[in-house]
């Protein structure tokens, strides 16, 4: 199953070059306790504020016999809440995706990676209704992130305020190391219109990394833009079965 996430890494896969030395990299993230707020934009209209969500875990990851990307050694596409354990010569990688926790575990000292530990949700909110989605993220690189390491722990996704609305999407939710350990909640905010809005949330902890092919960091706008059209596709797809059903 082709999803926004394969996008996003297949754009970063197609802009890596060769370096000239080898680098051990480790990387772990955590994702604890999702919360979601609901404001009332019109407390006098006499209805309560909803919001109902469609989860789905999706924990991804694939293990490279070396640092170029080009030999694979194993992967996993699961799509459930069991732990990934991928492991060749000294290079190892683990994760899960549970409702509780979203972990991350990387050791990379040969070859490379590309793990992405994600919940997936689609959501439908009430008319005038604001909210905030908020989690308590960890993360921490042995390098900074540039040459030999992407890692982000955190949130992304968009957001129609109404059926037929142009998707908004939204970032800022999330770690980025600077090469030292980082903890904090993370949290992005939007509103319905006068209709029901909708949307998808990536909650997740991602990194790509090498030990020696440059990693570019790339810019989440970016990647979101990449994979617009099929989210949402994906949602219009969802409403119209929703609506038949």
Same mark, same amino acid.
């Given at each position: 199953?082709?999803?926004?996430?394969?996008?996003?890494?297949?754009? #970063?896969?197609?802009?890596?070059? *060769?370096?000239?030395?080898?680098?051990?990299?480790?990387?772990? %993230?955590?994702?604890?306790?999702?919360?979601?707020?609901?404001?009332?934009?019109?407390?006098?209209? +006499? &209805?309560?504020?909803?919001?109902?969500?469609?989860?789905? =875990? *999706?924990?991804?990851?694939?293990?490279?016999?070396?640092?170029?990307?080009?030999?694979?050694?194993?992967?996993?596409?699961?799509?459930?809440?069991? %732990?990934?354990?991928?492991?060749?010569?000294?290079?190892?990688?683990?994760? @899960?995706?549970? =409702?509780?926790?979203?972990?991350?575990?990387?050791?990379?000292?040969?070859?490379?990676?590309?793990?992405?530990?994600?919940?997936?949700? *689609?959501?439908?909110?009430?008319?005038?209704?604001?909210?905030?989605?908020?989690?308590?993220?960890?993360?921490?690189?042995?390098?900074? =992130? +540039?040459? @030999?390491?992407?890692?982000?722990?955190?949130?992304?996704?968009?957001?129609?305020?109404?059926?037929? %609305?142009?998707?908004?999407?939204?970032?800022? +939710?999330?770690?980025? *190391? =600077?090469?030292?350990?980082?903890?904090?909640?993370?949290?992005?905010?939007?509103?319905?219109?006068?209709?029901? +809005?909708?949307?998808?949330?990536? &909650?997740? %902890?991602?990194?790509?990394?090498?030990?020696?092919?440059?990693?570019?960091?790339?810019?989440?706008?970016?990647?979101?833009?990449?994979?617009?059209?099929? #989210?949402?596709?994906?949602?219009?797809?969802?409403?119209?079965?929703?609506?038949?059903?």
């Amino acid at each position: 199953m082709f999803t926004p996430s394969r996008a996003a890494a297949a754009l #970063l896969l197609s802009s890596l070059a *060769s370096s000239a030395s080898a680098t051990v990299v480790d990387v772990d %993230a955590t994702i604890t306790n999702f919360r979601y707020q609901l404001i009332d934009l019109t407390p006098d209209d +006499g &209805l309560s504020p909803w919001i109902r969500f469609d989860w789905m =875990p *999706s924990p991804k990851a694939t293990l490279f016999y070396d640092p170029n990307w080009s030999r694979e050694y194993a992967h996993n596409d699961n799509r459930d809440d069991q %732990a990934v354990v991928l492991q060749h010569g000294a290079d190892i990688v683990r994760g @899960q995706v549970r =409702p509780e926790l979203i972990s991350l575990d990387l050791h990379i000292a040969e070859g490379s990676a590309q793990v992405f530990m994600e919940r997936i949700a *689609s959501y439908s909110l009430s008319p005038n209704t604001g909210f905030v989605f908020s989690a308590d993220a960890t993360l921490s690189s042995s390098v900074a =992130p +540039g040459p @030999q390491l992407y890692s982000y722990a955190g949130m992304s996704g968009m957001f129609m305020s109404a059926p037929d %609305a142009v998707p908004l999407s939204f970032e800022g +939710g999330a770690l980025s *190391s =600077p090469g030292r350990p980082v903890s904090g909640t993370v949290s992005v905010s939007g509103a319905s219109g006068a209709l029901e +809005g909708s949307g998808v949330l990536f &909650l997740g %902890a991602n990194a790509i990394v090498s030990s020696l092919s440059p990693v570019p960091e790339p810019r989440r706008a970016a990647l979101l833009a990449a994979g617009l059209a099929l #989210l949402w596709n994906w949602m219009r797809r969802r409403s119209v079965v929703s609506i038949k059903n």
